[in-house]
């Protein structure tokens, strides 16, 4: 991104460094490294982001805000997930809290590229001990991202 495509929005902290638009890379969760001091984000990566935010945020785990989160990570906590079909049920499941909580928080006048229009799941991997699922988010502008969650399974 260029620095026009800044100015005059909301900014966010990239929680996930080191991630493309495309293709799987191994990305670093940190705010600042010791080579930077942090990276910023707007747009469609604005809004990926909010979005596995709340996938991993269980509900009730937010003292002020306890409709926060979703079910998905309290069924990984609880060994749920045996097989691909049991993340992608989880998964649908939680999107229906996911997207009510993302456009609870967005207005009109937020930019289109940063409000949530919607969310598929694009693949899941499974295998015994780890698992992932690969989504793709889309702004109500028509842009989209595709995240990847890697899952701890306890089998």
């Known amino acids: 991104m260029s620095i026009n495509q800044y100015v005059g929005r909301t900014i966010d902290i990239l929680a996930y460094q080191n991630a493309p638009g495309t293709g799987e890379v191994l990305t670093v969760q940190a705010l600042a490294q010791e080579s930077n001091d942090g990276q910023i984000c707007t747009g469609v990566q604005k809004l990926a982001q909010r979005f ?16 926060r989160g979703c079910q998905f990570m309290i069924d990984a906590r609880m060994s749920l997930f045996n097989s691909q079909y049991d993340v992608l049920a989880s998964y649908s499941a939680s999107l229906v809290d996911i997207q009510k909580n993302l456009q609870a928080e967005e207005s009109l006048s937020d930019p289109a590229d940063e409000r949530f229009r919607n969310a598929e799941a694009v693949s899941v991997n499974f295998s015994p001990g780890s698992a992932s699922i690969t989504m793709r988010v889309t702004s109500m502008a028509g842009t989209s991202r595709e995240v990847i969650a890697p899952l701890d399974v306890n089998l």
């Open 52 to 67: 596995l935010l709340e996938l991993l945020t269980e509900t009730g785990s937010l003292a002020y805000q306890p409709e």
